[in-house]
């Protein structure tokens, strides 16, 4: 059997046979009949119908994590605090002096710390005796009126053509042997009379504050065996400083021409005059002599005199005196400049 719904809404059960025909005059919709469901079954379709519901979280368990939360929180605020706190207290400005109320406050705050603070250690300035003399600002002429010169023929020459008025302790032919024993200098008198004083007389009765002493000897020795001019150099130098302090300079040999060297009468060759000035080199490291080196202004390569700074091939002439004078001028050591050269106050 089944239950026909006409499109006005109504509807009528028809047999099977009368169904047929009836479908055949007139299409209309068929739809099976369903049975009417029981309560029972209403409530089961219900319920499957209806989603699951969510559980529900007990608000115990809220309260505690919320509670849980907020003591986190506190915490790390606590220990952030904590670091500020450390942090200003180590870069903060109160150990700091009080602010200056002015620049001399200011002034006196710094000079307190500058007197507190330890003194900075610094390197030792040491003069090397075994050196040259190195170049320095060239001073002035009168620099040299209180020092004294003391050599043979050269050095009277270096006095007599240049700009230079030292205290002249030099004689032509004059030899190392001869400087302590050897009444050469010649000075007045108490009475105005000149009279002739050995060296250490000379120095002695010049009542004057002497800068320095130049010493240029050792032409005239060169025929002497090098231990015999090395031992009279040195008694020299015990003498003076016996009765003086200054600075004493000595100044290397300057050789004479290979003319001259080869063609002497007197043992003055430049085969000698290398032995000396190495040994010279060696009493100055062991007496704490400067050592004066002008001889590559007047040589050749192979370390003999240029003819052209001589005119007899062994001193030197008028120009070349001018500038051996220029070199002493620019050549003097600062003694405060080194901790072993700086006089005891």
Known sequence: MIYIINEKGGGTVLSKNKRRKKHQNKKEKIYPIKPVPTATEKIKEITVDVPKAVSCV????????????????????????????????????????????????????????????????????????????????????????????????????????????????????????????QPFIRLPDDDGELQSYTLLEALEREDVNYKAIYIATGLNELGWPADGFIA??????????????????????????????????????????????????????????????????????DGTLDPAHSSDGVHLNRDSCAILADYYRTHVVDLYEYDNTRPQE
């Open 232 to 301: 009279a150099f040195s008694d020299l130098i015990d003498a003076l400083r016996e009765v003086t302090d200054v600075p004493i300079y000595v100044q290397l040999i300057i050789p004479v021409t290979t003319y001259s060297s080869e063609t002497t009468k007197f043992g003055i060759t430049n085969e000698k005059n290398v032995i000396f000035n190495e040994r010279l080199i060696t009493l100055a490291k062991e007496k704490e002599l400067f050592l004066l080196d002008p001889r590559e202004l007047f040589t050749l390569e």
């Open 58 to 181: 007990p608000w115990s368990v809220i309260v505690t994590n919320l509670i849980f939360a907020i003591i986190t929180v506190a915490i790390a605020v606590f220990m952030i605090s904590q670091l500020f706190c450390e942090y200003n207290y180590k870069y903060s400005t109160h150990d700091l002096p009080p602010k200056a109320q002015n620049d001399s406050e200011l002034q006196k705050i710094e000079s307190i710390d500058e007197a507190d603070a330890p003194p900075i250690p610094r390197e030792p300035v040491i003069y090397d005796f075994a050196s040259a003399v190195p170049e320095s600002a060239a001073v002035d002429y009168d620099y040299f009126d209180d020092t004294v010169f003391i050599g043979d023929s050269r050095t009277k020459g270096l006095i007599t053509y240049s700009k230079l008025s030292p205290y002249d302790f030099s004689s032509v032919g004059l030899n190392v042997g001869l400087l302590l024993t």
